[in-house]
């Protein structure tokens, strides 16, 4: 109800102010919607870029996890280098042994002979 009797009021106005105070109020009823406009794209503006902040942050944390990740894999990765060439290193000395047949105990007995005179006793 208020808000006719101000529209009644302005109304009013507008008939001393003439076509000059009309052309105002239109000017100034413009601002004000464009100064609310502003205002909201400030707003939503603002949300985005702390949206925004805060997923760069949480980018920035994943990046962080990930070379902590990426050392701990060379740390595995180094380790398990380790393993493979003692098992490498096993497996050489295993094949010597076998190439040597210093497991059979005629062989070691009969150390002077070749190879084939150990094969035929």
Same mark, same amino acid.
């Given at each position: ?21 009309? !052309?105002?109020? /239109?000017?100034?009823?413009?601002? @004000? &919607?464009?100064?609310?406009?502003? *205002? #909201? $794209? %400030?707003?939503? !503006?603002?949300? /985005?870029?702390?949206?925004?902040? @805060? &997923?760069?942050?949480?980018?920035? *944390? #994943? $990046? %962080? ?57």
């Amino acid at each position: 109800m208020e808000q006719i009797v101000t529209f009644v009021k302005v109304i009013g106005e507008f008939g001393t102010l003439g076509m000059v105070g009309v !052309i105002i109020f /239109i000017w100034w009823k413009d601002q @004000k &919607d464009q100064r609310n406009l502003f *205002e #909201m $794209y %400030r707003a939503d !503006i603002t949300a /985005i870029l702390e949206s925004y902040e @805060k &997923d760069m942050k949480e980018q920035r *944390e #994943m $990046y %962080r996890s990930n070379v902590s990740l990426v050392h701990d894999y060379q740390s595995v990765a180094g380790d398990l280098k380790d393993i493979v060439i003692l098992a490498t290193q096993t497996m050489t000395r295993l094949h010597e042994d076998i190439n040597n047949n210093r497991f059979c105990p005629m062989v070691r007995v009969e150390a002077g002979k070749s190879r084939i005179e150990v094969s035929q006793i």
